[in-house]
């Protein structure tokens, strides 16, 4: 009868180190919801491409991009980074003459201001998160509802993201794992171009969507015309 004892011993040993191992896989390398590869599929407004100028913030229809995620800045020398997370942002070709018409991308533009480079444009940032503020989840709702979403206050994170050269920053909220929406502004066709610049404001929600792979350039080269050496 004594031969019970032992394999009873021996299951709860396994149990134990079944147990014990467990933890291990979850202290894998994961990075945070962000990162990633995103197209852009619907801006609410649409975006208005015969605008004679647009904010910086606002990207245009199909735009791809990819957000990598490089850890927590606590070493010295971040300034004002320090404790954010390290993100590199991808803009993928090709680009639209729209692009020429922000003032962050304008001394990229050739050609008279109609030709961006066909290279990736890769700009680093130190992202902030949080939760969304009251009004910002006012202007998400229409997003959530359309989307049949049921995603609480809570579980949405707020992205601020600063690039470092300070050229520009985006507001970006996760509404699950495979949606963002970028939070921006564009000016409104009906109203001068000489009026107060709180006027010519709209709020703007842009839908970017999850892809799975890397999204990459065609193989073919841009049609603009080059330049003789």
Known sequence: MMRWKYPASW???ITSALFMAAPAQCEEFSPPPLAGNYVLIQSIPEVNMEAREFSQELFFPNQKIHLGYHGVM??????VFQGQEEF?????PPFPMAMCRQERWGARCQNNNTYIPFEPIKQGMGVRTDTPLDDEMEDLAPILKSQNSKTERKDIIRYGMTFFDKSG???MFAIDKNTLVNHAF???PNVPDDADAS????????????IPDDPKPP???SSAPQKDE
């Not at 590199?88 to 993928?92: A, D, G, H, P, S």
């Not at 006027?199 to 999850?210: A, D, G, S, V």
């Open 11 to 13: 299951a709860l040993t």
């Open 74 to 79: 606590e070493e010295e020398g971040y300034d």
């Open 88 to 92: 590199t942002l991808t803009f993928y």
């Open 169 to 171: 920053s985006y507001l």
């Open 186 to 188: 564009q000016y409104d």
């Open 199 to 210: 006027e010519r404001m709209i709020t703007t929600l842009q839908i970017f969507k999850r």
């Open 219 to 221: 193989q073919n080269k």
